[in-house]
């Protein structure tokens, strides 16, 4: 297997800069570790599942079960950088992060990931409830081990995979309110990881990912361009039918019905655009339409998640 | 007069750092103690005298 003659992450002080030459590591390279734009998504989902869920937690106890969370969810990212070092020093996207330009070691890395996990996991049991404490578990365990050590490096469907970590926080909030997960929250569930590929594959469409070089097989090499064009389609086609679904459940409504309605008619227009066209066309136009359909693809997230706790005031169906 | 250590001065940012998450930590965990108890069912400690409430109802009482 290819990936693991490329894989050294406890090798980084070898190849890197040397030690003494760089700067001490501050308290900004611990919070970049904790990929802190990965979190605000998760601290937001999971803030939504928290609130829509018909629970009565206390308000400290709210609080703090969302910074738990995103902790978790911070944990999670410093193990993936910990794996992933080796191919972060090949990309020129991620090459100044914290252990590829050699500020953090490796194995400071590992422990920092291994203590917020644990301290995570233990204090959401504590201060809400052990079946949030073990839907957190399971999306470290997830993201850190199956998607970062496992399937990242060995199939194409990586971002979809992937995608599934990242779409657990809301059922944790639902679960740390209640004690349950119940179909609603795992519809919350669904809504992220349908989102997801549509929503990264747009990305990839326009810009130029050295994936390749770090021999990571995205869909734009393995399958080619055309491929991914229609996966884009087929995902936001699905991911429409899962967002309206949400629209008739408990926690769904009027409100929710006619913002689906238009997020999705937008995604599924930007979306077809870009399905139908050809790499040539996309080139004239400075990829305009996967351009347009990344951007909606950030507010349709935004939008559908902040109505559901709108709808809940106002009173659902 | 004591010298301070390069180090202690090179990892003043990372040490201000720590100490502030410790604080924060130490914060947290009293308000979830606090919170805890205030919201708390019944709680009943073993204090070395019987407990009528352990013992159960008998048919017709």
Redesign the interface.
């Known amino acids: 297997m290819a990936d693991i003659a490329l894989h050294s992450p406890l090798a980084g002080a070898a190849t890197g800069p040397v030690a003494h030459d760089l700067p001490?590591?501050?308290?900004r390279d611990?919070w970049q570790l904790l990929k802190p734009r990965l979190m605000s998504l998760s601290v937001f989902t999971a803030l939504i599942g928290l609130l829509v869920a018909p629970g009565d937690l206390?308000p400290?106890?709210a609080a703090?079960s969302i910074?738990w969370i995103a902790v978790g969810a911070g944990a999670s990212g410093a193990l993936n950088m910990w794996y992933d070092s080796d191919i972060d020093r090949v990309m020129k996207r991620t090459r100044s992060r914290p252990i590829p330009s050699g500020r953090v070691a490796p194995g400071e890395a590992l422990a920092l990931g291994l203590f917020l996990s644990g301290i995570s996991v233990v204090?959401l049991g504590?201060?809400a409830n052990w079946l949030a404490a073990f839907w957190l578990a399971f999306t470290i365990f997830f993201y850190a081990v199956i998607y970062s050590m496992w399937l990242k490096r060995t199939t194409s469907w990586n971002t979809v995979i992937g995608g599934l970590a990242g779409a657990f926080p809301p059922m944790i909030g639902w679960a740390a309110a209640t004690g349950t997960t119940p179909l609603e929250a795992w519809l919350l569930v669904g809504l992220i990881f349908l989102w997801t590929p549509p929503h990264f594959w747009a990305l990839a469409l326009f810009v130029k990912l050295d994936y390749h070089d770090a021999r990571i097989p995205m869909l734009t090499v393995t399958h080619g361009r055309a491929e991914t064009r229609r996966q884009t389609w087929l995902y936001a086609l699905a991911l429409a039918a899962i967002s309206l679904a949400t629209a008739f459940s408990a926690i769904g409504g009027p409100l929710v019905l006619a913002t689906v309605l238009v997020l999705n008619g937008m995604f599924l227009a930007y979306a077809w655009s870009v399905y139908r066209r050809s790499d040539a066309d996309s080139e004239a136009d400075g990829h305009g339409a996967e351009k347009r359909l990344f951007k909606w693809s950030l507010v349709y997230l935004f939008a559908h998640f902040a109505v559901f706790p709108v709808q809940i005031l106002l009173g659902g169906w | 007069m004591r010298v301070e250590h390069e180090m202690h001065i090179r990892r003043r940012g990372r040490n201000f750092g720590l100490l502030a998450v410790l604080l924060a930590f130490i914060v947290i965990v009293f308000g979830l103690t606090v919170v805890k108890i205030q919201t708390g069912g019944f709680a009943e400690a073993f204090d070395h005298v019987s407990r009528p409430a352990l013992v159960p109802v008998e048919a017709g009482q």
């Open positions: 001490e590591a501050g308290p611990y206390h400290f106890l703090t910074l204090m504590l201060t």
